[in-house]
């Protein structure tokens, strides 16, 4: 079961000797930095962690699973993760 924001912020604010407010605060300026810059540069890199990148999809036709009928989805721009090599040697 994944954890959730509030345990993520629990237990960073005990190993760190830390209040959760101070952890809190630390996660939204981070949420606003990576924003600002995939808007900004099209990536963002954590290092040891991974890197967020800007990416375009193009448009495509799909199906609408309640009906199978065919419908165009527009193309749009998302944001993909990359896992550092280093958590992805760590997992395996």
């Given at each position: 079961m994944a954890m959730t924001k509030a345990q993520i912020i629990d237990q960073?604010?005990?190993?760190?000797?830390?209040?959760?407010?101070?952890v809190n605060s630390f996660f939204s300026v981070l949420f606003d930095m990576t924003a600002k810059e995939?808007?900004?540069?099209?990536?963002?890199?954590?290092?040891?962690?991974g890197k967020f990148e800007k990416s375009k999809r193009k448009a495509r036709m799909g199906r609408?699973?309640?009906?199978?009928?065919?419908?165009?989805?527009?193309a749009k721009t998302i944001v993909k993760f990359k896992l550092a090599k280093a958590i992805k040697d760590i997992v395996a």
């Open positions: 960073i604010a005990e190993e760190l000797n830390m209040t959760k407010k101070e995939i808007k900004k540069e099209g990536e963002f890199v954590l290092p040891g962690f609408n699973p309640a009906t199978g009928e065919a419908i165009k989805i527009a």
